[in-house]
């Protein structure tokens, strides 16, 4: 049985997603600061410390709250959207990057899922947004997502944001999977999560695709993105900061036409 509010929801657009959120009188949808698009008449909008759970209840508990979030690279506070109206609401939160909205349906996954630092965009009231630790030492250090991952507990509807394409893969019982560490964008408790040396001189200095593998082994779902934002964030720096040689030549359109990025 739910303890959460119960949500229903649409996802519009292609590369830029946001999702629509379809309040019920006295429904409550909780969101990171700064998703906000737009909302009904009628809906009213509140900031709060933390995730506004039961978990934090007294003043200490909500500041412990508000502080695992700012662990996880969040801000303090999140903002809660409640149908004070009459009749079905809707509130829609905007995606930060070019990428997929992935729902999570927390009752179905066992209750927790475990996301990257800056995944979370907004979920159902009740849902938990806290901080899970890797207890590996290894895997926090080169896992590329350090020791800190956001945690989503609940029965309610979560929804996270990942960049580029997001597919989900289940992994049977035993099952290996080998990814890029930034890559990972979620995965039930039930999977496994460690990282992996590549291996080899040539493969570790020439690879191009850093030292280590993520690990992971079913059973269990995971979630997996194309494009994480560190690698969209470097690319846009690199052709921002470097003048290209040839640039300002006489053949500079030539050569960029040569190497595919002519128009």
Not at 169 to 194: H, M, P, R, S, Y
Request: glycine letters at 16%; proline letters at 2%.
């Amino acid at each position: 049985m739910r303890t959460n509010h119960e949500i229903d929801y649409r996802i519009h657009g292609e590369e830029m997603q946001y999702v629509e959120v379809e309040l019920d009188p006295q429904e409550t949808a909780i969101a990171e600061a700064g998703s906000f698009m737009m909302m009904d008449d009628g809906i009213q909008m509140q900031t709060i410390f933390g995730d506004g759970s039961q978990q934090h209840t007294g003043l200490l508990g909500k500041l412990l709250g508000a502080g695992k979030r700012l662990l996880t690279g969040e801000s303090l506070f999140m903002t809660a959207f409640t149908n004070a109206g009459h009749g079905k609401k809707q509130v829609s939160f905007a995606s930060p990057y070019p990428g997929k909205i992935i729902p999570l349906d927390l009752f179905e996954l066992g209750g927790r899922v475990i996301c990257q630092k800056d995944a979370f965009l907004c979920a159902a009231k009740g849902v938990s947004v806290g901080i899970a630790f890797q207890r590996r030492l290894g895997t926090g250090i080169f896992g590329g997502e350090g020791f800190i991952m956001q945690k989503l507990e609940g029965d309610g509807m979560a929804f996270v944001h990942a960049g580029g394409h997001v597919f989900e893969k289940t992994l049977q019982a035993g099952e290996l999977l080998k990814i890029d560490t930034g890559c990972l964008v979620a995965l039930t408790q039930t999977v496994d999560f460690d990282i992996q040396f590549v291996g080899g001189i040539r493969n570790s200095i020439f690879g191009g695709e850093g030292l280590f593998f993520a690990t992971l082994r079913g059973p269990g779902r995971v979630w997996i993105q194309t494009l994480p934002v560190s690698r969209l964030a470097s690319r846009i720096l690199q052709y921002g900061t470097v003048k290209r040689k040839e640039e300002g030549s006489i053949l500079g359109g030539l050569g960029n036409m040569l190497d595919g990025d002519g128009y």
